[in-house]
């Protein structure tokens, strides 16, 4: 079972760039690395995907290194709007770890 | 419109009672899911379904029943509820590698 970690919480400011890291040491060989972005009262949203080295979309950009044993999500220029649950997780494995609860500070 | 849609939203029932939560989908995507999000906890998956016909159990599967005779439609039963089942409940569809969510269906037994 890829069983994903990620920090419980992480503090930001409004512009900074926010990095949330994903330890996932077991995942298979052939399974994707998805993030996911859930606001209060609502069903999570996907925010990128990825396999290996670098992927970016109009939202953040993910980094897996070689070992695929960790994966990064990166929020470029963080706004109040970013506040959110960010969770990550090894699509075949289809288990939401508990997720980073990223707070946005003006 | 396309989309996924849940029904009903809210439900209130009494510990004993069957309740049976929809999911819809318009996407003809392959694969549904059902997670349920207790109170500032992550998602748990409940049961999920590659195809019409064939569904397969999560982690927490015990007390709910599936089914999934038309692509489209991934009904969830609780067949008799209990409050430890008061819980959000989100539906989910998937291509390959990206899932999409529901609003949810936020179910509370009394």
């Known amino acids: 079972l890829a069983k994903t970690t990620q920090p419980i919480s992480m503090d930001s400011y409004e512009g900074q760039e926010v990095n949330i890291t994903c330890s996932h040491n077991?995942?298979?060989?052939?399974?994707?690395i998805t993030w996911y972005q859930q606001f209060p009262s609502q069903g999570p949203r996907f925010i990128i995907q990825?396999?290996?080295t670098k992927v970016t979309n109009e939202v953040a950009s993910l980094f897996i290194p070689a070992d695929r044993k960790s994966s990064t999500l990166s929020l470029p220029r963080v706004s109040l709007s970013d506040t959110a649950v960010y969770y990550c997780?090894?699509?075949?494995?289809?288990?939401f770890g508990a997720g980073t609860r990223l707070t946005v500070k003006p | 419109d396309a989309g996924i849609t849940q029904s009903p939203r809210y439900k209130i029932t009494e510990t004993g009672r069957q309740v049976t939560l929809m999911c819809h989908q318009t996407?003809?995507?392959?694969?549904m899911f059902w997670y349920r999000q207790d109170l500032g906890h992550g998602l748990r998956l409940i049961y999920y379904s590659a195809a019409a016909d064939i569904t397969d159990k999560g982690e927490v599967p015990d007390g709910y029943v599936v089914s999934r005779s038309k692509t489209e439609n991934f009904p969830l039963t609780l067949e008799s509820a209990t409050r430890s089942q008061t819980s959000v409940y989100f539906c989910?569809?998937?291509?390959?590698?990206?899932?999409?969510f529901g609003p949810g269906t936020r179910l509370t037994v009394t």
């Open positions: 989910a569809s998937g291509t390959d590698y990206e899932q999409y």
């Open positions: 077991n995942i298979a060989t052939n399974d994707y």
């Open positions: 997780l090894a699509y075949n494995d289809m288990r």
């Open positions: 996407w003809s995507h392959s694969y």
């Open positions: 990825g396999y290996k």
